[in-house]
């Protein structure tokens, strides 16, 4: 079982700034990593995909230009910065893995096999 530990959230206000992290001491370097969010009463968005050990990241319209994603993959960690948040960020965010990296950039939630617990990040206008 690949225990994944997402940190992080808390509340900002609009404009504001927050870093998540993801530990993953059981993941592959060679997996395709995602960063999931979801609001109340909607389904998931995937904020972020990239693979663990380096290389692009592929951001959704919704985060691209105040989102990036980086790793230390000597400690199995990967982080989300988020920059200028806005109310509509409010969602609880996940992190996610899966061993394949096929079509990486483009799995939906359903297509990852390991989740963390999720951290709820709360932006106020």
């Known amino acids: 079982e690949a225990d994944l530990v997402a940190s992080g959230g808390g509340s900002v206000q609009a404009g504001g700034s927050l870093t998540l992290s993801c530990l993953a001491p059981?993941?592959?370097?060679?997996?395709?990593m995602g960063w999931f969010r979801q609001a109340p009463g909607k389904d998931y968005e995937g904020v972020a995909r990239?693979?663990?050990?380096?290389?692009?990241?592929t951001y959704s319209d919704s985060v691209k230009g105040r989102f990036t994603t980086s790793r230390d993959n000597a400690k199995k960690v990967v982080y989300l910065k988020m920059n200028s948040l806005k109310p509509e960020d409010t969602a609880m965010y996940y992190c996610?893995?899966?061993?394949?990296?096929?079509?990486?950039?483009?799995?939906?939630?359903?297509?990852?096999?390991?989740w963390g617990q999720g951290t709820q990040v709360t932006v106020a206008a």
């Open positions: 996610a893995a899966d061993p394949s990296v096929e079509n990486c950039f483009f799995r939906a939630a359903g297509d990852f096999d390991y």
């Open positions: 059981g993941i592959s370097l060679s997996s395709c």
């Open positions: 990239f693979q663990f050990g380096g290389g692009t990241t």
